[in-house]
């Protein structure tokens, strides 16, 4: 059964650069048969869609953090990563790597990670 | 601002039909198909409804989805207390290239 895990620092200090990683067990990453995104949910919030790749790239970016906002994909390691530069107190989030249903970010999240909490604060 | 609109509470008691309206416009509801999440207290998101209005498997047939025009709704018949929780929409916005999620909503069962 295919899982998501994130892992990440849990605490960044601001004006430094995110990363986190979710790793893919269970199941390959280029199967080639799904995308895989990054959502966020700050406290109390809802949830924002940062951005989804393919395994072979072809990422898509949320518009509003297109600027900060790297994803990549390692296929040897069975991950793929976010980068987020010159984090601020508002990135300070709930962080949840997914797979889309099917090989296009327009599809549906149908497996989530459990969430990796990450908070921003020098 | 969310782009998609939902309200943001709803309630029902238990046995009762509850449903949620979900309004966006003709960049993204309107052009493209609608999910819908349910997030239990404390949890990950999971996805209810794919594709206006298909189950994934294991949800129950209580929870049903449909659209028309630029909105879409999620429907639940039986109201059960663990029916509890934050449900958001989501779809494609072709105007933003990316998902966009509504803003949620805490339904309570009563």
């Known amino acids: 059964q295919l899982q998501l895990q994130e892992s990440g620092p849990g605490l960044v200090k601001p004006s430094e650069t995110l990363s986190l990683t979710c790793t893919v067990s269970?199941?390959?990453?280029?199967?080639?048969?799904?995308?895989w995104g990054w959502i966020r949910q700050p406290p109390g919030k809802g949830l924002e869609w940062i951005g989804s790749i393919y395994y072979s790239g072809s990422p898509y970016y949320n518009p509003s953090l297109n600027s900060r906002v790297t994803i990549s994909v390692d296929t040897s390691k069975n991950q793929f990563s976010l980068k987020l530069t010159s984090v601020t107190a508002a990135d300070t989030a709930v962080y949840y790597c997914?797979?889309?249903?099917?090989?296009?970010?327009?599809?549906?999240?149908?497996?989530w990670g459990l969430g990796t909490r990450l908070t921003v604060s020098s | 601002q969310s782009v998609l609109t939902l309200p943001p509470s709803a309630s029902g008691t238990p046995g009762q039909r509850v449903t949620i309206s979900c309004s966006g416009s003709s960049s993204n509801i309107g052009g493209n198909t609608v999910n819908w999440y349910q997030q239990l207290p404390g949890t990950a998101p999971k996805l209810l409804i794919y594709?206006?209005?298909q189950r994934p498997s294991g949800v129950p047939d209580r929870f049903s989805g449909s659209k028309s025009g630029t909105s879409a709704s999620l429907a639940i018949s039986g109201l059960q207390s663990e029916d509890e929780a934050d449900y958001y929409c989501a779809t494609w916005d072709d105007s933003l290239n990316g998902v966009v999620f509504g803003g949620g909503t805490k339904l309570t069962v009563l």
């Open positions: 997914a797979r889309h249903i099917v090989a296009t970010p327009r599809g549906g999240l149908d497996i």
């Open positions: 269970g199941g390959s990453i280029n199967s080639g048969s799904y995308y």
């Open positions: 594709n206006n209005n």
